[in-house]
């Protein structure tokens, strides 16, 4: 008897608390379906670089000539040099990036016989300015690969010729096509390399007053290692 009484009041509590529930909580609240909270998307810890912004870096570089060829046939006359470059850019979110690069490498002749002349030169110089696409391939990791094509402007320069007192020896058209990777050390620096073909095209050119130098083509191999500040 004592337990059934124990019951009825226990049910009445429930009910009584439901009644109070039901005149407080608004009329939408009971007729809306329950809505299960959707998953967070995956988030790299690294997606910083993904943002769009800005960046300047600058680079030591080394460049091997595979081949130069002359208008007259000939065999050239520039040996592998090294050098520096420095180089800006904004990447535009998590694929494109567009970029400007400077660089200048030292040669030493790799001949001296220039047909039936002797080309008596000590020092050359050549140095590119070129505007850039890089596409990034993302990545979840600290490393982060790209490729990258561009084309511009080069003149070479000389020191010591014996026929000449022009400081620019030949100017024309460059172009390069090839790829890198960048390694993350933070949101504001990167460490990076690139290896890349460089197509150069100088023009025929009259220097000294009576000398003239031949068209000029020259495909190369460039690669450097780079640091990047982000901003």
Known sequence: MYRTKNRTKNLCFVFGALAVLAFVLPEEAWGQPYAPVPPRPHQSRYGYRHRVHGYVGGQLMGMGIIRQRLEDGGVG???????FGLFGGIRLGPYVALEANWTYTGHNESWEEHGSRVVGIDFLQIQTLTADFKFHIPTYGRFEPFVQAGA?????????????SDYIFQSGGTWSLGGGGDFWLGPWLSLGGRLLYRG???????FGG???VDDNFIHGISFDFNAKIHF
Request: proline share 3%.
């Open 77 to 83: 006359y520039l040996g592998p040099g090294g050098g």
């Open 152 to 164: 511009g402007f080069s003149f070479m320069g000389v020191t010591g010729c014996e026929y000449c």
């Open 200 to 206: 150069i095209y100088f023009t025929e050119n009259e």
């Open 210 to 212: 009576s000398q003239k």
